[in-house]
């Protein structure tokens, strides 16, 4: 048996471009703390290895001092650590991964070529390559590992399974279950999988450790493996990292939209970014203004939507010979042939919008 920890996709230096300047420089402070905890983490499990596969870096020219950082990171234990460069942090003359040098636990997989580490101390070897580029070709096609008695054997790689014609390594199931592995570590899917089965091998994403976005939301964070010839045990490990998250507030027949808010929102969310939809509908328009004023401070951060509607028929003066008349008639067509429900909210929201106009007052939305 081995013991592992994955981990995959930190995506360090990531521009946060949806938070302020002075919170996207903290959040990318915390990234870099991140490791340590990882560092802290497998040195409390006493893990074997450590496979990193893909997408450390969210560039391939990452700041220095993150690189840097990296390397002293690394160079704190003692456990063999095994990276995988994905299509984000690919391998090339200026990438930091060959212009720092690491410490000598670190091993770098430096080609798209399989590679094979030995480790006869562990009774394992370990196998993986590297993205070269921005994209790649598929890395496992016609890889087969000779298989001994009493070796294990472990992959850590970046790629995409069941997607034939995906730019980023794609992997095939068949291609898993010839290749001879116990277990493959995979990166870039951001969610974490679960194990899963490609023949009598195991395999899995363990996602990010921490989420960069609304496309990113909930717990994150890493997968201790505990790998055997016939079964490989997976646990997922969440780290203490920011969260984001989104909750949905129906405000139908609530005439206090702020306190409405405040009740549906869970305890203890003001180190974490939220995105609050409100829905339902409406009598008057959320005064988006005055409830921003009063969220603020109550999360890291947080953005607010509106997707409500009025309770009132918008659509009344449609087909009338008047100015108002032809600006909803012109709406509704749009809205009828709108292609999903984000799509029906933006136009309802381009008619809240044109209505105050023609009325001479002033739109209460605020920023969205």
């Known amino acids: ?45 006493d893990v074997d290895i450590i496979l990193f596969a893909g ?45 720092l040098s690491f410490p000598e636990n670190v091993h770098i997989f430096r080609s798209r070529d399989i590679e094979c580490v030995e480790l006869p101390a562990l009774g394992a070897r370990i196998w993986g390559a590297g993205f070269t ?18 070796i294990l054997d472990i992959m850590c790689i970046h790629g995409e399974v069941g997607a034939k014609n995906s730019s980023y390594n794609p992997i095939s199931i068949d291609e898993l279950a010839r290749s001879g592995m116990d277990y493959v570590a995979l990166g870039h899917i951001h969610s974490f999988s679960g194990v899963l089965l490609a023949g009598e091998t195991a ?3 363990p996602g990010c450790p921490e989420g960069r976005g609304f496309d990113e939301t909930g717990e994150k964070g890493v997968i ?24 949905k507030v129906d405000l139908t027949d609530k005439d206090n939209h702020l306190a ?28 988006m203004n005055a409830i921003n004023a009063e969220l603020d401070g109550k999360f890291f951060a947080h953005q607010l939507r509106d997707s409500t509607i009025p309770k009132k028929d918008i659509w009344e003066d449609v087909g009338s010979d008047t100015l108002r008349g032809l600006f909803l008639t012109r709406l509704r067509e749009k809205y009828d042939h709108a292609g999903d429900d984000s799509e029906k909210t933006r136009i309802i929201a381009a008619v809240r919008w044109g209505l105050a106009a023609l009325d001479s007052r002033e739109e209460p939305y605020g920023n969205q």
């Open 1 to 45: 048996m081995i013991k592992i920890l994955h981990a995959a996709d930190l995506h360090l230096d990531s521009p946060f471009d949806g938070l302020p300047g002075n919170k996207a420089a903290l959040r990318r402070s915390e990234q870099r703390a991140m490791l340590s905890s990882i560092m802290e983490l497998a040195d409390n499990e």
């Open 55 to 99: 997408d450390i870096l969210d560039s391939s020219s990452a700041r220095i001092e993150t690189a840097e950082q990296l390397a002293q990171v690394f160079a704190s234990v003692s456990i063999p650590i095994f990276i995988s460069p994905g299509n984000h942090d690919f391998i090339s003359p200026n990438s930091p991964y060959s212009r």
């Open 133 to 150: 580029d921005s994209t790649s070709p598929s890395l496992l096609a016609d890889f087969e590992a000779e298989k001994h008695d009493d």
């Open 203 to 205: 395999y899995a994403w």
């Open 224 to 247: 201790i493996a505990q790998v055997q010839a016939d079964k490989s045990d997976l646990r997922f490990v969440p780290l203490d990292g920011r969260r984001y998250e989104i909750i």
């Open 260 to 287: 409405a808010i405040i009740q549906a929102l869970p305890e203890n969310c003001t180190r974490d970014i939220y995105r609050i939809i409100l829905t339902g509908e409406c009598e008057a328009v959320p005064d």
